[in-house]
């Protein structure tokens, strides 16, 4: 079972920058595309990036052209650099697989991101 450990919130002000970080336990983890995930309150959770295997992204309009999803296999690690934060960013973020090419695993804790002035 694969067990996820996203970290790198906090609260920044709008226009500030975050980066984020999640690290799967396993060594399969490199052949399976990734996604980051966020979930504000009161609402379903989203799909906001995706990166395939070979490292081709996808973004949600919400957030294309301010995020940057990248891996490290190496170190069996997904970043998500996120830029020009806004206050309808808050939400909880999460990572797992992407959820249009394979069945999801097990939720990590998420990582909390709250953009306030």
């Known amino acids: 079972q694969v067990q996820l450990v996203e970290s790198g919130g906090g609260l920044v002000q709008p226009g500030e920058s975050l980066s984020l970080s999640c690290t799967a336990s396993?060594?399969?983890?490199?052949?399976?595309?990734m996604g980051w995930y966020r979930q504000a309150p009161g609402k379903q959770r989203e799909l906001v990036a995706t990166?395939?295997?070979?490292?081709?992204?996808n973004y949600a309009d919400s957030v294309k052209g301010r995020f940057t999803i990248s891996r490290d296999r190496n170190k069996n690690t997904v970043y998500l650099q996120m830029n020009s934060l806004k206050p309808e960013d808050t939400a909880v973020y999460y990572c797992?697989?992407?959820?249009?090419?394979?069945?999801?695993?097990?939720w990590g804790q998420g990582t909390q991101v709250t953009v306030s002035s």
């Open positions: 990166i395939s295997a070979a490292g081709t992204t």
């Open positions: 797992n697989r992407n959820q249009n090419t394979g069945a999801l695993w097990s």
């Open positions: 396993g060594s399969i983890f490199g052949i399976y595309a």
